[in-house]
Every structure is written in C-alpha cells, then in structure tokens.
C-alpha cells in the first residue's frame, strides 16, 4: 500500500506565503520552506518541478492577498482613486515584504502592474468610470498622474519617509485628485 502524501500544494504554500511575509521572497528557499512546512525538501520538488512553478503560485496567492485586503478595505469618499490610493498605501505598510515582491519586483509573473491593482472586481476601471461620471475630462490620464503620486507615496512609506496619519493621507489624495483634474 502507498504512503499517503500529508504534505500538500497548499501546505507548502501557505507556508511559503507566511515566510514571503514575515521575511521576504529572498528567503523563500527550498530548504528553509522544508523547514518551515515541518517536511524534507522532497514534497516540494514532488509537487513543484522547480522553485520558480513555487513562485508562480506565491505570486498569484499574493495578489490574492492583495485585492482581498482592497475588496474588504472601508471605502469612506466617493472622490475616485483615494479608497484605492489609501487602501494600497496601508498595504505597504502593513504588508510590506508582500507589497515589495508584487509591486518592486521586476518578475510579475505574466501580469501588468495594472492587472494586478484592477484585480478581479476592476477596481481602477470602476475609478475611472467614477472620475468620469464626475466630469473629469480624460480620467485615464488622471488615473496615471493619481497612481505616480500614490505609488511614490507608498514606497516612501516603506523606507521610513512617510509618516502622515489617515486622515492626513486621505487629505492629501483628495487635493491630489482636484490639483490634477
């Protein structure tokens, strides 16, 4: 009779995902991921031809994560771009090595930077459709010039140099989006 398999695809990555945040991705080795699952590195090359496939699945579980965190996240105006703005910002910050191998990272797995923030529920399309319908005159352009300000203020916020609270950041994306309109 077979030996049951007991560690699994799902197994091995929720763990990588605890590692991945708690860590980083450079630690998300085999060996250290073995360790991690309470395993030998055998079940995970059972599983995953490579760590690279691993990688693939980190990624998607990540941006998973990602528009879970924006779907559940109180959206309190109706000025578009700033529930989004706000919501991402928060994520860097209390997400930060996720927010790193999604959005710093040069490898995105097959996907845009704008895949990954319009999710599955569209959420920039919805902005845009929103900054429309309130008169603004090219609302993708607005998005772009909204995302470089928000984008920018969220690595800051990694790194130490943004340190405004809430409310302050919510101010500060509503003058943005009127200044840019």
């Known amino acids: 009779m077979a030996r049951k398999e007991t560690v699994t695809k799902t197994i091995l990555l929720d763990a990588a995902f605890e590692m991945l945040r708690e ?25 995953y031809n490579n760590m690279e496939e691993l990688y693939v699945d980190l990624f998607a579980k990540a941006c998973d994560s990602f528009q879970e965190y924006y ?7 109706v000025v578009p771009f700033v529930n989004l703005g706000l919501a991402y910002i928060l994520y860097a910050q ?10 710093l990272s040069k490898e995105r797995y097959g996907r845009s930077l704008y895949d990954m923030i319009n999710g599955q529920t569209s959420n920039v399309s919805k902005e845009i459709q929103s900054a429309t319908s309130q008169g603004a005159a090219n609302a993708q352009e607005l998005f772009m010039k909204m995302w470089m ?7 800051m916020s990694l790194t ?22």
């Open 23 to 47: 860590e980083g991705i450079e630690q998300v080795t085999a060996r250290k991921l073995a360790a991690k699952a309470n395993c030998s590195t055998q079940p995970i090359f059972r599983i």
């Open 71 to 77: 779907v559940s996240f109180p959206k309190t105006t």
């Open 94 to 103: 209390n997400e930060p090595n996720v927010f790193k191998f999604l959005f």
């Open 149 to 155: 300000f928000i984008h920018g203020a969220a690595c």
């Open 160 to 181: 130490g140099d943004y340190d405004l609270a809430e409310e302050e950041t919510v101010t500060m994306l509503k003058d943005a989006y009127s200044s840019f309109r």
